[in-house]
């Protein structure tokens, strides 16, 4: 049986090279093919998102907590919501999820700003070491709810890096340039599980927090972030795609933890 390090490292490192190269391989699909895919990526994400906070990751803090400290766990949901509010409003973070991102395509920009795709890696970088830490802080409490974070922050990672992907494409990357610094950012994640693995092992009293934390990351993304976006869509044989992609990704959340 794999160690807990072990498993972080692996699940960092796969998640990393994975979407990156996932979110390469998509943009060699047909433009028409893409736009008609990306939402049910989109719609899974937001179920496995919203699956592993509600049913995996909060009622865990709450357990490990105690009743006593559940206050404490809302505290940290609340602040954690806060606090990714802000990075995003400082363009720390960005979760583009389509090609044409109003917060950063560069259509909206002078050229001077298109050589903005340096902000753009900088805050993927940081949003893949928050994701590390995401993952080893459950996998420091069981591998089941390692597993089943490491699938939520994966879902939503291919769509955002397939945005990330074109916007450095537009901004006059090669595509082989802009895979590889797109695969490095990824690997931060890795960064991020070691950070964790170190400070949180040596606190274990911290581990609910950092695990209400998480959830609350994952839900501002589903929340702020992709159902918006699903409401773009109103047309019923659409709406009705969306709901059960939500289903799939919450049910593939629940299928982790049978054990």
């Known amino acids: 049986m794999p160690s807990t390090l072990t498993w972080i490292?692996?699940?960092?490192?796969?998640?990393?090279?994975?979407?990156?190269?996932?979110?390469?391989?998509?943009l060699l699909v047909p433009a028409q093919k893409r736009a008609s895919a990306l939402p049910h990526l989109i719609s899974f994400a937001t179920g496995a998102l919203l699956g592993a906070a509600l049913l995996e990751l909060l009622p865990t803090a709450v357990r490990s907590a105690g009743l006593a400290h559940t206050h404490l766990v809302g505290m940290a949901v609340v602040g954690g919501i806060v606090a990714f509010f802000v990075l995003e409003k400082f363009v720390l973070w960005r979760h583009c999820h389509v090609?044409?991102?109003?917060?950063?395509?560069?259509?909206?920009?002078?050229?001077r700003e298109r050589a903005s795709g340096v902000?753009?890696?900088v805050g993927d970088a940081i949003h893949n070491v928050l994701d590390g830490v995401l993952i080893a802080a459950a996998f420091l409490h069981s591998v089941p709810l390692?597993?089943?974070?490491?699938i939520a922050v994966f879902a939503h990672e291919i769509?955002?890096?397939v945005g990330d992907f074109a916007i450095l494409l537009h901004s006059g990357m090669s595509r082989g340039r802009a895979f590889a610094l797109n695969l490095l950012t990824g690997l931060a994640s890795v960064a991020g599980g070691l950070i964790a693995w170190f400070a949180l092992a040596q606190a274990a009293d911290l581990l609910p927090y950092a695990l209400a934390v998480a959830a609350a990351c994952f839900l501002y993304v589903a929340v702020a972030d992709l159902i918006p976006g699903l409401h773009r869509r109103v047309e019923p044989l659409a709406s009705v795609q969306q709901v059960a992609l939500i289903a799939v990704g919450i049910l593939v959340i629940?299928?982790?933890?049978?054990?």
Request: net charge negative; proline share 6%; aromatic share 2%.
């Open 254 to 259: 629940v299928l982790t933890d049978l054990h």
């Open 146 to 150: 390692g597993i089943a974070t490491s």
């Open 159 to 161: 769509p955002q890096e």
């Open 9 to 26: 490292l692996l699940a960092t490192a796969a998640g990393g090279i994975l979407s990156a190269t996932l979110a390469g391989l998509f």
């Open 119 to 121: 902000l753009i890696l």
């Open 99 to 111: 090609e044409d991102c109003d917060s950063h395509s560069p259509q909206q920009h002078d050229p």
